[in-house]
């Protein structure tokens, strides 16, 4: 069974740092693309970026968090990051890991959700 659990969010105050975590198992992690997207409160669902599977290469999609979120995955622990600095309000959100296999176009397996405040 395909799990991915997401960790890590919680309130902060603008300008303050998180790192979310996502942890997978039952799968094969290096062969999956691992993304992030989020979710705000009557929004659609944005893709905030990936890394790639076998090589490991990442993208931000998302302008407004460029050069702000990072992401990065450990093979060896299966776990997939997203480094979040400088946040802003409007970073309030859920944010989801999701997987799929590189074979794959659709992402097949998905997290809970973790909930990331920014506010004052």
């Known amino acids: 069974q395909v799990q991915l659990v997401e960790s890590g969010g919680g309130s902060v105050q603008p300008g303050g740092s998180l790192r979310l975590s996502c942890q997978a198992s039952?799968?094969?992690?290096?062969?999956?693309?691992m993304s992030w997207f989020r979710q705000a409160p009557g929004k659609e669902r944005e893709t905030v970026g990936s890394t790639a599977a076998w090589t490991s290469s990442t993208v931000i999609y998302l302008d407004d968090v460029k050069g702000r979120f990072t992401i990065s995955r450990d093979n060896a622990r299966n776990t997939v990051y997203l480094q979040m600095v400088n946040l802003k309000p409007e970073d309030t959100a859920v944010y989801f890991c999701?997987?799929?296999?590189?074979?794959?176009?659709?992402?097949?397996?998905w997290g809970q959700g973790t909930q990331v405040i920014v506010s004052s």
């Open positions: 999701a997987a799929r296999h590189y074979t794959s176009p659709d992402y097949d397996y």
């Open positions: 039952g799968l094969d992690f290096r062969a999956n693309v």
